[in-house]
């Protein structure tokens, strides 16, 4: 018997789940992408103002609620940008 549920929305499969919840595991908090890349706080939070979708000043994050986070994927990223711009 197939379970319906409000909106047609159907649950993740079993395996759809565990796949999920490791591609969200990895969020990042200012705290942690400031200790990362040893920079104050304060830094992220401008340069995530000063950021545009065509020109980012700083590693692409993402509000969640009134908290900037970011993936471990975009830090690195933004870390190789920069790492490639220094030589």
Avoid: C, N
Wanted: proline share 7%.
């Amino acid at each position: 018997m197939e379970r319906r549920f409000r909106g047609a929305l159907q649950p993740p499969a079993e395996g759809d789940r565990a796949v999920l919840e490791t591609d969200l595991r990895p969020l990042l908090g200012v705290d942690e992408v400031a200790h990362l890349l040893g920079v104050p706080k304060a830094t992220l939070y401008r340069r995530h103002s000063l950021s545009t979708r065509e020109v980012p000043v700083g590693p692409r994050a993402f509000r969640v609620g009134r908290y900037l986070r970011y993936t471990l994927e975009d830090v690195r990223s933004y870390i190789e940008r920069l790492r490639l711009t220094a030589s």
